[in-house]
């Protein structure tokens, strides 16, 4: 049996993609025998231009075969992210020339690393199992102008289609993807293997009572991109100004839209948000440990009330207050699933300070939603069923 797994991010990157892929092949490899070989082709760490982690370009060990592309040097622009992709797509097809699989799986937010899983299982005349965790189609809507979706949407269906309806399987990371696929695409067999709590959060200990690194000041912490699909320089800057005396913000991460934030932040002359640079889970969960409160955000753009935020588990696994701006299913999600949290209107600095006031400021064990949504489960579940489509011609 030979696999080969497609994923523009993989460890050790940050990113919502790395660690749901790096779960996924490290359950795979579990269940290999002797004979088998996974390939896996992603990236060097490319994320954030500011975490750049040292890891080498090839990797082999015990049927694990792990290549990382070399990318130019890149930003969050579509221009610059059309390059990366091409630069990537060009060297997967020279890397694999010659390789034969039974099997390929890619794993796709922006649509494109599914379609070249496509087009790299109809060369190699294999099977094919995609992992969709975004509606690229439906973001860009919201996301880019008006005349420039014009342009790129009618292309975008074709493709999305192409790529769908090839595969002999298809995962969709939110459930509230569910209506979209399938009234567009009924006679594909799907499945939901959701993101999770990875290993690194499961045994995070909150219940120690801390002191407020500023006196009578509530620490809120966000942790993630600043991009369009964030939209916190729309919320954030106001927000925290009108918060001034009772709360100080940490920004942790980067993204297209972090030079936007600062400009707003400088504008309204906010003193008590606090941007830093990405950093190592390691780093990372110390922060989330000294904070009060965990703030998400997502723009208020229709295509978002679809998505499951994979920053949602990490911050649940930590016990902490959640102050969530998003609607639709995740709102959903949060508010069924998650305790000791609320949602607000995204975008909506009024409705956002109002919830803000129902939150209890203490740590809560969330045990029962650890272990439901207990990464290593899931994936080995996952991990199963991918599988399974080999087993069936067995």
Excluded at 25 to 52: E, F, M
Excluded at 342 to 362: E, M
């Amino acid at each position: 049996m030979k696999i080969l797994v497609l994923s523009f991010y993989y460890y050790p990157d940050l990113s919502a993609g790395s660690f749901r892929t790096t779960a996924l092949v490290k359950a795979l490899v579990n269940k290999l025998t002797k004979d088998d070989v996974i390939d896996v082709v992603s990236t060097l760490p490319n994320r954030y231009q500011g975490y750049a982690p040292n890891s080498l370009e090839s990797e082999k060990n015990n049927g694990l075969e792990i290549h990382r592309i070399k990318l130019p040097s890149h930003r969050g622009g579509m221009l610059d992210q059309s390059r990366a992709f091409y630069c990537f797509a060009k060297q997967v097809l020279t890397l694999i020339r010659d390789r034969e699989y039974d099997l390929v799986y890619a794993t796709s937010s922006r649509l494109m690393t599914a379609a070249l899983g496509a087009y790299v299982a109809r060369r190699k005349k294999t099977k094919l199992y995609l992992d969709l965790r975004d509606i690229f189609t439906d973001t860009i809507k919201d996301v880019l102008s008006v005349r420039l979706s014009w342009l790129l949407l009618p292309m975008l269906t074709v493709v999305e289609r192409w790529t769908v309806t090839r595969a002999d399987k298809v995962n969709l990371v939110s459930k509230g993807f569910g209506s979209y696929f399938m009234r567009r695409y009924p006679n594909v067999k799907y499945s939901f293997f959701s993101n999770g709590v990875d290993e690194d959060f499961i045994n995070v200990s909150t219940f120690n009572k801390r002191v407020a690194a500023t006196e009578n000041h509530l620490v809120v912490l966000y942790a993630g991109n600043i991009g369009a699909g964030q939209g916190l320089h729309k919320i954030l800057p106001v927000l925290a100004k009108k918060m001034q005396d009772v709360a100080v913000f940490k920004v942790i991460g980067e993204g297209g839209k972090k030079d936007d934030l600062i400009a707003e932040i400088e504008n309204a002359g906010v003193k008590n948000i606090e941007l830093l640079p990405p950093m190592s889970r390691h780093d990372l969960i110390k922060l989330y440990m000294n904070a009060d409160i965990l703030f998400l955000h997502l723009n208020n753009y229709e295509a978002f009330e679809k998505v499951l935020p994979s920053k949602l588990f990490e911050y649940a696994a930590t016990g902490k207050p959640i102050w969530a701006g998003v609607a639709g299913y995740p709102a959903e999600f949060v508010n069924n699933e998650i305790s000791n949290s609320v949602t607000f209107k995204p975008c909506d600095i009024d409705d956002a300070q109002l919830k803000f006031k129902q939150l209890s400021v203490v740590n809560d064990s969330r045990d029962e939603f650890t272990n439901k949504y207990n990464r290593t489960k899931i994936m080995s579940q996952f991990s199963e069923d991918i599988l399974s489509l080999l087993r069936k011609d067995a």
